[in-house]
């Protein structure tokens, strides 16, 4: 049985979960309103992303879940426009980790400081596949709204990640629209509360 | 001192804290769409008070949460449509202790088992007016999204509770929709989880 149960092991190392993680306003927005370069986020949407830059030791929480995060993630799968507004601001790949935006465009491979990104053209599942391969075994994390909606839509979403933030932003980008056939139920499994916002962590039943 | 603070404390109990208390998708619904007699929630919002009919243990939690509410709530305000729909349902007064219906119809008094509704024509302001002076200190609860919405737009709601429930519904009326001037900050000071749902506090500052 020991045998049986290592091979399992092993051959489970092959299929990195598919992690959405969003930082997202009470009122359910992942980005203000009318996102440009000058304004990644949207208008009012950095609001979201401050819980990142608060030092200190009660920052302590937020750091130990952004790490826990950062040790697992092997791949990244996001779409264009968060790669065209997110690259002069992270310059370098979002994470350390092999980088796959989803486009319509035939764009070389760009090598950056810590990996590359590859420009997938096929859609959703062929970027996963690649990110999967990539990945080998960790998690692959899907960055943009539009992306993490198809993820959704395919059934090819394993967890969410909510920083919920306690602000209501009245206008934005939504995380949770067109994600397909509703209601669709998941699984609360952590609520970790710091000083700034709430860790959510959700499993979606397959 | 001791007397100051005494009487500070005494003079405190004559404003009950408004609280809107709703159970809300991860999606942002309160209810689903297309509200009736029939489906009082809106068609599939069961879902959404699915987490108060669960027996058992794992259930302690969400208990403990709702009977903590109970022993606080002196006065209700409740607006029209939820009122017309939940009646049969509840059989009574939705909490035991009067209730206020903010309504364009004039109509009498109706004593209930546990306490009465009152119609109130003059608006939301003046509906919690009355129902602050018959709370007696203790928290006035909201009922409805039209009416939560009208108290965080004219500033007087004080907390909100949420039971975060893991499901995505899809459509529906949202809870945080036209509450005037965003953003608008919140301070959680509470996320506990259950098996079932996830309970969040929150404080609007003045």
Not at 178 to 193: I, K, Q, T, W, Y
Request: glycine fraction near 12%.
């Amino acid at each position: 049985m020991q045998g049986v149960i290592g091979f399992r092991k092993v051959w489970g190392v092959g299929v990195g979960k598919v992690v959405l993680t969003f930082s997202m306003s009470l009122d359910g927005f992942v980005a203000g309103p009318d996102i440009s370069l000058e304004n990644a986020m949207g208008v009012g949407g950095d609001r979201l992303h401050k819980w990142m830059f608060h030092g200190g030791p009660e920052n302590a929480i937020d750091l130990g879940m952004a790490r826990e995060l950062l040790l697992k993630v092997g791949a990244v799968v996001l779409g264009r426009r968060t790669y065209d507004v997110g690259l002069q601001h992270w310059g370098d790949t979002p994470y350390p980790v092999p980088s796959f935006v989803v486009t319509h465009e035939k764009l070389d491979k760009l090598e950056m400081e810590s990996a590359a990104f590859t420009f997938v053209n096929e859609g959703v599942a062929e970027a996963l596949k690649q990110a999967q391969a990539a990945a080998a075994g960790k998690v692959i994390i899907v960055m943009g709204a539009d992306v993490a909606q198809q993820m959704l839509k395919e059934k090819l979403a394993d967890e969410v990640y909510i920083q919920l933030v306690p602000v209501l932003l009245g206008s934005g980008s939504r995380l949770f629209e067109n994600f397909g056939a509703a209601p669709l139920e998941l699984v609360c499994d952590r609520a970790v509360n710091s000083p700034h916002i709430t860790h959510l962590k959700y499993k979606i039943p397959k």
